[in-house]
């Protein structure tokens, strides 16, 4: 180090001794020694300082110039001797270079690559916390299988920088949701208990609204079949306007159900009955009018038990007429009419009631059957009632 100085010295003073050589620059020491000084206010000392000032500006001039030249002598050559270098150590520091190049490329690629596996890994390990958000207010069938999908989870896939995170992660989660899952059960359970109790309440009530409905069906078609005894003592007049109302009134589904057809059955014989009813009014007005004697007025200390009218007896012979008999498929058209009359053996008319009817299967085969069964029945009702009022008049 201390040659390689000495020669760089030994250098610069053969560039510059053409200028200033040690023993110029000590004569310019004692020439101006740092006592010299000049008086600036002195005229002819002012000049002589401008001189010393030119003297200077030349000499350090000169060397710069000196420098310079040098310099760039230095350079040019410096640069020849580095592009000779440079022919000799090129084919070598290329191809270095080059695999220096791929060798870099290629770690950075690697590294890039494996930076990207560990994020994705890491975005996996993320998403199985993004599992109990999804589980949040879900069935407990939907946990259930989400409890499966993360369980599949091979954590063993995972780089050995994540993959304890991944195990720790993972039970986590399972535990979590297991949790949420045990919760989400019980919640069911108590909802299927209300839901249950929800169904059998609305099961009641729906019970009981048919329960209700089919009584009020049961009241109308009731007070649609005791319809006639209503009119036993009204006039001829209001029955036949009791019959126009009842031809002109339809039975619909909505007010009577499944017993659309029995009330349809019911409506027409109650209107064959009032029409019986209607003639029989007809006659005895007729009869009334024709027939009436003078009141008799008997005066009696003892107070006399009236006996029943002859409306009460129609009607009272009408509703046993009407009374459902055990075992009767047709209430108002039932087979087994019983009457302490045409059991008699006494009565006066001889008339034997019909104790063989036809049977139900046959009377719904042929209409015209049905209907004769229809009047008959109607008719025998009323003998009844006739006879009632014979027997009774015979008596007294």
Known sequence: MTTNQNTATNLVEVVYQEDLTKKGLADLRKQYPKSFSLDMSDDDEFKQGRKIRTERNKLV???????IGFTNELKA????????????YDPIINAFE?????????????AKEREAFLNKQRQEIAQMHDFT?????QSSQFIADTIEAVDLVDTESFDKELIHEAIDTKKNILEALNNMYQAAKAAEAVEAEREQLRIQQEAIAQQERLQKQAQEIGERINNLRNDPMNYFDKSSAAVAERIEKLEQFTPTADKFGDRLDEVIQVLAQVIQQLKMMHQQKLQLE???VTTD??????????PVEQGPTLEQQERDALAEANKPVKDEVEPLLGNNFKSPVFESTSAPTGYTPLDLWPSSQDRADNEELDRICDQLDVAESYIEVLEQRLNKALAA
């Open 98 to 110: 080059l695999e220096d190049k791929r060798r870099k490329e290629e770690a950075a690629r690697i």
């Open 133 to 137: 958000e999804q589980c949040k207010n």
């Open 61 to 67: 001039k000169s060397i710069n110039d000196r420098r």
């Open 293 to 302: 004697p003078e009141p008799q007025v008997q005066v009696s200390q003892e």
């Open 286 to 288: 007729s009869v009334a």
């Open 77 to 88: 050559y410096g640069d020849e001797l580095i592009s000779k270098i440079d022919v000799i």
